[in-house]
């Protein structure tokens, strides 16, 4: 089992940032390939960034490309979510999410199927 703790949401300006992180504890984090997904209110939850267990490789949905970094730190269990250049249409709940190790490689990483781990969510609204 892993833990997931998300936080780092909160109330900003179009234009700012801001950085999620993604505590996880329980089984071996740094063996588990992980993402960042959100959900805004009427839609279904969709990908934002996923990552590599080593953190070599990152993939992202388009709407965020060149805006938004995913990076992880797997010496201290954690994940992080670098937002520049916010935008109204960012403003959703944030969910990190994670692969068991059991599983083999990641294939589809854009979905949410892919993952067996998920946080509570923290908030972004994004101001115009």
């Known amino acids: 089992q892993v833990q997931l703790v998300e936080s780092g949401g909160g109330l900003v300006q179009a234009g700012g940032s801001l950085k999620l992180s993604c505590a996880a504890s329980?089984?071996?984090?740094?063996?588990?390939?992980a993402a960042w997904f959100r959900q805004a209110p009427g839609k279904e939850r969709g990908i934002v960034a996923s990552?590599?267990?080593?953190?070599?490789?990152?993939f992202y949905a388009d709407s965020v490309k060149g805006r938004f970094t995913i990076s992880r730190d797997n010496a201290k269990n954690t994940m992080y979510l670098h937002m520049n250049n916010l935008k109204p249409e960012d403003t959703a709940v944030y969910y990190c999410?994670?692969?068991?190790?059991?599983?083999?490689?990641?294939?589809?990483?854009?979905?949410?199927?892919?993952?067996?781990?998920w946080g509570q969510g923290t908030q972004v609204t994004v101001s115009s």
């Open positions: 990552i590599t267990r080593s953190g070599a490789y990152t």
């Open positions: 329980g089984r071996t984090f740094s063996s588990s390939a």
């Open positions: 999410a994670a692969r068991s190790d059991l599983r083999g490689s990641l294939d589809k990483w854009w979905s949410s199927g892919e993952y067996d781990y």
